[in-house]
């Protein structure tokens, strides 16, 4: 299984791009990156998801190197509404087959 | 839209009581998970239905048995509560397995004195 590793917390200020970086050393060759964002007492919510090179939507981007091992999620212009928990997902084995498990996830703090 | 409700929101039990926390989407996805979050913690996969009439293991899954109803719904059993099961239950629900995109509900808090 493709463990993932990302920074415990991280704090920003209003107005400032956010990179979040997960790291997936063991992704196979048909695994998807996926990124989702929880707010206390919600259930997380998907932000974006990736294969290879760059993903954007009108939420973030996503940014995946070359060789798949890690993964950067960017968040332009963060506000005080984008304070929450941000989990980076690799989604192991092919359909209907692998297991969903998500990292410890990123605690970020958006400060005025 | 609905998308995926569980129930009920909150439940307190004793020790060794036994109760059912029941999921359904209105999506049409084939898959179905339940997660546990702890204080703190990430979520921790306990099981999952890739499609109907299936079910497997995630990485927590003692002390718990699921039941994919229908297409629909998805019922998380605890047949005899511990302490160590209180946390936050989430079910989620998603059209592919391969891709991730899942659908969560709102979860269902759960004490177990």
């Known amino acids: 299984l493709a463990k993932t590793t990302q920074p415990i917390s991280m704090d920003s200020y209003e107005g400032q791009e956010v990179n979040i970086t997960c790291s997936h050393n063991?992704?196979?060759?048909?695994?998807?990156i996926t990124w989702y964002q929880q707010f206390p007492s919600q259930g997380p919510r998907f932000i974006i998801q990736?294969?290879?090179t760059k993903v954007t939507n009108e939420v973030a981007s996503l940014f995946i190197p070359a060789d798949r091992k890690s993964s950067t999620l960017s968040l332009p212009r963060v506000s005080l509404s984008d304070t929450a928990v941000y989990y980076c997902l690799v989604v192991t084995g092919s359909s209907n087959t692998g297991k969903l498990i998500f990292g410890q996830g990123t605690t970020l703090q958006v400060k005025p | 839209n609905a998308g995926v409700t569980q129930t009920p929101k909150f439940q307190v039990l004793k020790t060794g009581q036994s109760m059912t926390l029941q999921c359904a989407q209105d999506?049409?996805?084939?898959?179905m998970y339940w997660y546990r979050q702890d204080p703190g913690m990430g979520l921790r996969l306990i099981y999952y239905?890739?499609?109907?009439?299936?079910?497997d293991k995630g990485e927590v899954p003692n002390g718990y048995n699921v039941s994919r109803l229908n297409k629909r719904e998805f019922s998380l059993r605890l047949e005899s509560a511990a302490p160590s099961q209180t946390s936050v239950y989430f079910c989620?629900?998603?059209?592919?397995?391969?891709?991730?995109?899942?659908?969560f509900g709102e979860g269902s808090r759960l004490t177990v004195l």
């Open positions: 990736g294969y290879k």
């Open positions: 989620a629900s998603s059209e592919r397995r391969d891709t991730g995109e899942l659908f």
């Open positions: 999506m049409n996805h084939n898959s």
């Open positions: 239905s890739a499609s109907e009439g299936t079910t």
């Open positions: 063991n992704i196979a060759t048909n695994d998807y």
